[in-house]
């Protein structure tokens, strides 16, 4: 596998010249921000290499340039947090501090947030499970990370409208109330918005807190949990061009304080005897043992990097492209775009498709094989939902992100709806791993 750097650029400049369609500015349909694998060639059956397009960045989105510059930068430093007396160690230590303030800072966390860095959404979400001191209401159209933490869990089946569904999140609300409502900012099988504002004042008319998973709203749209009066907020580093293992949970310090430590040990304590322990209260409660500094650091630096961005340039690109893959999939015959809601008039760059007949896994190892498009099969570890909404078993979902221009949209359209009609050039074999080609004549890449 080759990385090219100047056909990347030539590349790139082909897809700003692509035709964007009626009513998207050229500009907007070419990639935003600069990524790690742009210009990444990958190897297709039967020899050649052509351009990698990654359409599954609802998964783990590749860094952004300027993360993996700041991360270089840092390693020459790399040291111990908090305990060391060298150079490298209080500058390494100043730089947790900074991104701590700058992810608190990007959320619009209040000044008494607390802001615990976590490996990821999951992780945080788990945090705050051990935290919550009562039942938690879910919708049934969560990723399993907020469906499956809470031990006190009560879930609200979604309903066909948005509208529908908040008024049986209100009837649940009123009818027992709860400790804290959880709800994702965002379908990652959709890619569907929900109102969070709304949502927000729901739970607190009902003495129920909020918190938003924003593992998929946040590397798309600012958040912020002061204007938007959400108390909990949890996120993955991964997902937001940050991809060196760090997430974190931002909200409220309270019932975090009271919280059992999320890992028991170093850091996390304040004075420890044989008979008895002092734990800390704050983020180091949580956060025992030596941090991810490099996943802490390139955080902080992602999300600066997509505030400088700015929110509408952000949206316009998406929309953009979008616009240009819905309505690309619309006249596609023999595939159906799966909808949780019938009135969802906002959503993230993502689109998740089943066909009338045929193998999605089957598709998704072609579209890799053949034409060098990644995208994602399955159900999306959100299983309730998918079974609700879907009429087969599984899903194809591609997904778009900064990285991605309108090249990268027409390439999935063409081969998708040439691989529907026509099905795969290749002969594969479903294995316990997925379908696999045959005969599989692609190098494995140099990385060493
Ligand atoms: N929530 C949503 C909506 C997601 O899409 C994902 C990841 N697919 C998660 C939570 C879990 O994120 P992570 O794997 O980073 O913990």
């Not at 049986?168 to 990652?188: C, F, I, K, Q, Y």
């Not at 890619?191 to 709203?217: F, K, M, S, W, Y």
Request: charged letters at 25%; proline letters at 5%; one cysteine or more.
């Amino acid at each position: 596998m080759t990385r090219v750097l100047a056909a990347a650029g030539a590349q790139q400049a082909d897809a700003a010249a692509a035709p964007a369609g009626p009513g998207a500015p050229l500009a907007l349909c070419a990639p935003l921000a600069a990524l790690a694998d742009a210009g990444l060639e990958v190897p297709v059956l039967g020899g050649g290499v052509v351009r990698h397009v990654n359409l599954d960045v609802a998964a783990s989105a590749p860094a952004l340039d300027s993360v993996v510059a700041h991360v270089a930068r840092l390693l020459p430093y790399y040291a111990s947090v908090h305990r060391g007396s060298g150079y490298p160690s209080q500058a390494i230590t100043a730089l947790v501090d900074e991104a701590r303030a700058t992810v608190a800072g990007h959320v619009g966390a209040r000044d008494d947030d607390l802001v615990v860095f976590t490996r990821n959404t999951t992780d945080a979400l788990n945090l705050l499970a051990s935290a919550v001191p009562g039942e938690t209401v879910v919708l049934d159209i969560e990723h399993h990370a907020n469906l499956l933490p809470w031990r006190e869990r009560r879930v609200v089946a979604g309903r066909a409208t948005i509208a529908a569904t908040l008024e049986a999140l209100d009837a649940e609300l009123a009818a027992r109330p709860a400790a804290l409502l959880s709800v994702t900012g965002a379908s990652n099988v959709t890619g569907e918005v929900l109102p969070i504002d709304r949502i927000a004042r729901l739970a607190h008319a009902h003495g129920a807190r909020i918190a938003v998973d924003a593992a998929q709203l946040l590397p798309h749209r600012r958040v912020d949990l002061a204007a938007s009066d959400l108390d909990y907020l949890a996120f993955s580093g991964h997902k937001a061009y940050a991809p060196f293992g760090a997430g974190a949970l931002v909200g409220r310090a309270d019932w975090l304080d009271e919280a059992p430590p999320h890992l028991a040990g170093g850091g996390a304590v304040g004075a420890v005897g044989i008979g008895g322990v002092d734990w800390k209260r704050g983020a180091d409660r949580h956060e025992a043992g030596t941090p991810n500094v490099v996943g802490i650091a390139a955080l902080a630096r992602a999300l600066a990097e997509l505030e400088r961005l700015g929110d509408e340039c952000r949206r316009e690109h998406e929309r953009a492209l979008t616009e240009r893959l819905h309505r690309g999939l619309a006249a596609l015959r023999g595939v159906r775009v799966i909808r949780g809601f019938d009135d969802a008039d906002d959503r993230l760059g993502i689109a998740t498709v089943e066909l009338e007949r045929g193998s999605v896994g089957l598709l998704a190892a072609a579209l890799a094989a053949e034409h060098g498009i990644s995208v994602r099969a399955g159900r999306f570890c959100a299983h309730p939902f998918f079974d609700r909404v879907a009429r087969r078993s599984n899903g194809l979902r591609a997904s778009l992100g900064a990285g991605s221009s309108a090249d990268d949209v027409d390439r999935f359209l063409d081969a998708l709806a040439r691989l529907v009609a026509d099905g795969p050039a290749h002969a594969y074999e479903r294995t316990p791993g997925g379908w696999c080609p045959r005969v599989d004549d692609r190098p494995r890449p140099e990385i060493d």
